[in-house]
């Protein structure tokens, strides 16, 4: 087992390292000015576009898609480092494409679907977002009721999406459905393309998150989409859904400790600066706890995310460690970020640091793709067979 990257993954890592210190950090001023002032803890349009082009220009783009779709084929051990320096910032950027829905593409599309979908998603021309959960149905995915019947060559779906990140803006969404009532996740659910401007496919609202995030509701009125848009095979949409879920969870993982390890560095920085009764902060053994705990922490989700990664590529089956680190990571990234935000004080209550959009954000992805009761329930039922 080896725990260095290959030279040509550490130079990616460098890479983008230096892309979010020299271009992304800098923005993250105005990016807490937008929160502060009800906007969002977005990047502008004008920003992103200059962004993807560096980023472009860098040779950023399509790192995790098919070489043979104009992509570089890297596996998921070296997307550990990338997302790790991408999440150690509040200006949130993604390197095109997005690679959750792009693995869910690459395991299910056809050719017919490669050349309209894949490929151009690949080359970062298009944006997607998908449909999982519902207003009555979102970690338990057997409560799902949209519905998809055939109507002819076409199929029409019914049903309403909430939690949506991008519904607004993509181009496209990969939208879950029950096309088997009977059977219903298990053997009855199935995996649609649907255009923006798809007939009966409507944003209803955008609903402000913690962490100045959006996601969005949207209804499926008689939606009619094209028959060759059903994605993979007819009921057997679960697989590609966790294959995609499963992607996110990685990069949450990631995201998480460079979250937590920015949060530490700056604990570190600010605590021998600041005098408390006489002592620095950094002479308090609280702090020194919170320090010492924080690394080894890290230290343990970072090595949790590089053997799931590895075994990944092997792979192996991951269902364990892939919900391990989703509920671990996470919560450690919060502790430690509450407690950044505890040595700062008041300074670090305030809508002037990022500590507070770290901590919301963290906080939301404790429930983003399957809360932590759901994954330790997952992790206890594999180690323990509690099903009933």
């Known amino acids: 087992m080896k725990f260095e990257l290959d030279e040509e993954h550490r130079m990616l890592a460098d890479l983008v390292q230096r892309f979010v210190r020299d271009e992304l950090m800098p923005l993250e001023g105005a990016v807490l000015e937008r929160e502060a002032n009800g906007q969002g803890a977005y990047l502008t349009p004008e920003e992103r576009q200059r962004l993807d082009k560096i980023s472009k220009d860098l040779g950023l783009w399509s790192l995790d898609a098919p070489e043979d779709a104009g992509g570089m084929g890297m596996p998921h051990v070296a997307l550990v480092a990338v997302n790790e320096a991408l999440g150690s910032t509040v200006a949130t950027y993604t390197l095109p494409p997005d690679s959750p829905n792009l693995r869910m593409l690459m395991t299910t599309v056809n050719e017919q ?20 959960s519902e207003p009555g149905a979102g970690a338990d995915p057997s409560g799902m009721i949209t519905r998809a019947v055939r109507d002819g060559d076409d199929w029409i779906i019914n049903g309403r999406k909430i939690w949506i990140t991008r519904a607004a803006e993509a181009d496209f969404t990969i939208l879950m459905a029950i096309t088997d009532k009977e059977k219903k996740a298990r053997g009855g659910m199935s995996a649609f393309l649907v255009d923006r401007d798809a007939p009966g496919f409507n944003v209803l609202r955008r609903i402000p998150m913690l962490g100045g995030e959006f996601t969005y509701e949207v209804t499926l009125e008689d939606c009619r989409v094209p028959g060759w848009k059903l994605l993979g095979e007819e ?23 460079g979250a937590a390890q920015r949060a530490l560095d700056m604990m570190r920085e600010y605590a021998p600066q600041r005098k408390t ?22 230290h ?11 075994k990944i590529d092997q792979g192996r089956d991951v269902r364990t460690e892939i919900s391990m680190i989703k509920f671990y990571a996470t919560e450690m990234a919060q502790e430690i970020i509450d407690n950044a935000m505890q040595c700062f004080g008041a300074m670090g209550m305030t809508k002037e640091m990022p500590l507070h959009l770290f901590a919301g954000r963290i906080r939301n992805m404790r429930i983003y793709d ?19």
């Open 113 to 132: 679907q490669r050349k309209a979908y894949l490929e151009p998603y690949a080359r970062g021309e298009t944006i997607s977002a998908i449909g999982i």
């Open 235 to 257: 009921g057997q949409g679960f697989g590609p859904m966790q294959v995609r879920l499963g992607t996110r969870r990685m990069e949450m993982a990631a995201w998480c400790i």
């Open 277 to 298: 009764f006489g002592h620095k902060l950094s002479e308090r053994q609280s702090i020194q706890w919170w320090v010492a705990d924080g690394a080894a922490k890290i």
């Open 300 to 310: 343990a989700a970072r090595l949790m995310a590089y053997d799931c990664a590895w």
């Open 370 to 388: 399957g809360p932590s009761e759901v994954h330790r329930m997952v992790v206890a039922r594999n180690l323990m067979d509690t099903r009933p």
